[in-house]
């Protein structure tokens, strides 16, 4: 199984950016897919999350700002970010664990189990 982020660069207040992040080894129906971040000195956190049937969860923080997808042909998991702020500056993390349809897709860091090595986001005020 492989995650591999790119998409990650600098970008000013009010822009955009878009993460993508290359998946190998998982079978769609079985899994979720998130977004985290972690900026310097802080916690690795919850951006989004989607789940095998398309639904999906985000932090409030990114709430109407940010949308995660997929391109299910291609393997791509994908993080539209739009009306950057200079706090959303972090390294930005894709992550698969198995999960059931029976609940949500996870927004908890611990409950993902294969990670990417991570992309660089920086937002300049």
């Known amino acids: 199984v492989q995650l591999v982020e790119s998409g990650g660069g600098s970008v000013q207040a009010g822009g955009s950016l878009r993460l993508s992040c290359v998946t190998s080894g998982y079978s769609d129906s079985r899994y979720c897919m998130g977004w985290f971040r972690q900026a310097p000195g802080k916690e690795r956190e919850a951006v989004s999350a989607i789940r095998s049937d398309g639904r999906t969860r985000y932090a409030d923080s990114v709430k109407g700002r940010f949308t995660i997808s997929k391109d299910i042909s291609k393997n791509i998991l994908f993080l539209q970010m739009n009306s950057l702020k200079p706090e959303d500056t972090a390294m930005y993390y894709c992550?698969?664990?198995?999960?059931?349809?029976?609940?949500?897709?996870?927004?908890?860091?611990?409950?993902?189990?294969?990670w990417g090595r991570g992309t660089q986001v920086t937002v300049s005020s």
């Open positions: 992550a698969a664990t198995a999960c059931s349809r029976a609940f949500p897709p996870p927004l908890r860091r611990v409950e993902y189990t294969d």
